[in-house]
Every structure is written in structure tokens, then in C-alpha cells.
């Protein structure tokens, strides 16, 4: 696989999480992340100055894509915060982080 045909994947597994993210389907989100992640390796082993202008327009656009996936999955994840928090009745009840551990008694 040429390394423009590796990103023309790769923004088709873009616009593809794009539409999962906004249909909520997890099934399809995990299929282009491990898409994306397997891509990666390949890409990861070219070099910046092998590419050629149709490479960087992709690349850019590549770059584009992500940001904007990124900006939707962060608004999701905003949005899934605050519906726990109202159910819970309380803001912060899940925060990401770990719980303090409670103190231990010998």
C-alpha cells in the first residue's frame, strides 16, 4: 500500500467515525479505531520530506478531519457527563479519575 492510498484510508476511516460518532454506533466507532491504529503503524515509518504535494493536501486534510472527530467526541462526552450528573443528582460523579481509597483499619 502507497503511502497516498494509506491516507486516503485513513480519511475514509475519519468521515466513517465521524457518522458512527454522530449515530452513537459503538460497534462502528471501535471498527475505525482499531482501523486508524493499524494505519498509524504504516504511516508512522514514512518520512515528512518523501511526501509530495498530493501527500500534504491529504495529510492536511487527514489533520482536519481528526481535529474535528476529536471536537465531537469531547462534546459527547460532555454531553454523557452532565446526563450521569443529573441522574445522580449531584455534578462530578464521574470524573474519570480514581475515587480516594478509604482509610484502612487493622
Known sequence: MTTRSALRQM???LEGERQALAALDLE???????????LCD??????PEDLDE????????VRRLNTINRRLR???ATNVQS????????????SGGRAPMAPQTI
Open 83 to 94: 446526563r450521569i450528573d443529573s441522574m445522580a443528582g449531584a455534578p462530578g460523579t464521574y
Open 74 to 76: 469531547n462534546l459527547i
Open 28 to 38: 462502528r466507532i471501535n471498527t475505525c479505531s482499531s482501523g486508524k491504529i493499524e
Open 54 to 61: 498530493e501527500c500534504l493536501g491529504l495529510l492536511d486534510a
Open 11 to 13: 480519511l475514509a476511516l
Open 42 to 47: 504504516r504511516l508512522d515509518k514514512v518520512r
